[in-house]
């Protein structure tokens, strides 16, 4: 069985249709993709349907998507030792999408602004809440007590270990 067929077997990934702003779109036509209804998060177990505005999304190369209930369980994963030596490290990643906040649409988290501590929530507790603009993350941060502003390069398990 390939990679892709154990994944979708396992209710973990599924090839779906884009819907992708074409500024977000990877050059082999890749994008963010629209979660359906039976889609569970491969760290907790959610179903992230459930919790549109906290879609959290990792797209392979060869079109195949995981889905997460929040950015701080896609970096859960992303940061897993596990994942380095398992199957789907082997397929590159094609594009790595959290929803906007402010917005409720797709960004590329590794050009997002995470507010960290925060008195807002998300299905799992203590979230990353995602934004496209620093100054956008900032006001957030302000508004709802945030800890702290950080990038994509700057989420590791110890920030991680932070939220509850």
């Known amino acids: ?7 979708f077997y396992s209710g973990d990934a599924v090839v779906s249709e884009p819907v992708t702003p074409p500024a977000l779109m990877h050059p082999n036509g890749v994008g963010p993709l ?8 491969p760290v907790c177990g959610g179903v992230v349907a459930t ?11 060869d079109g195949v998507a995981l889905f997460f209930d ?3 369980d896609l970096f859960r994963f992303l940061l897993s030792p596990r994942r380095t030596t398992s199957d789907p490290s082997l397929v590159p990643i ?4 959290v ?4 917005t ?3 960004i590329d988290a590794r050009n997002a602004f995470f507010v960290v501590g925060s008195d807002v929530r998300g299905p799992a507790g203590e979230e990353l809440v995602a934004h ?5 993350a900032r006001r957030f941060s302000k508004q709802h007590s945030g800890a702290r502003v950080v990038g994509f390069e700057q989420v590791d398990l110890d920030l991680l270990s932070e939220l509850n």
Request: glycine residues 8%.
């Open 1 to 7: 069985m390939d990679r892709c067929s154990r994944w």
């Open 34 to 41: 629209v979660a359906r209804i039976w889609e569970t998060c």
């Open 51 to 61: 919790h549109p505005g906290w879609i959290a999304q990792l797209v392979y190369d």
């Open 70 to 72: 929040g950015a701080k």
């Open 94 to 97: 094609a594009g790595i999408f």
């Open 99 to 102: 929803t906007n906040r402010s």
């Open 104 to 106: 409720g649409e797709f």
């Open 132 to 136: 496209s603009a620093v100054a956008e």
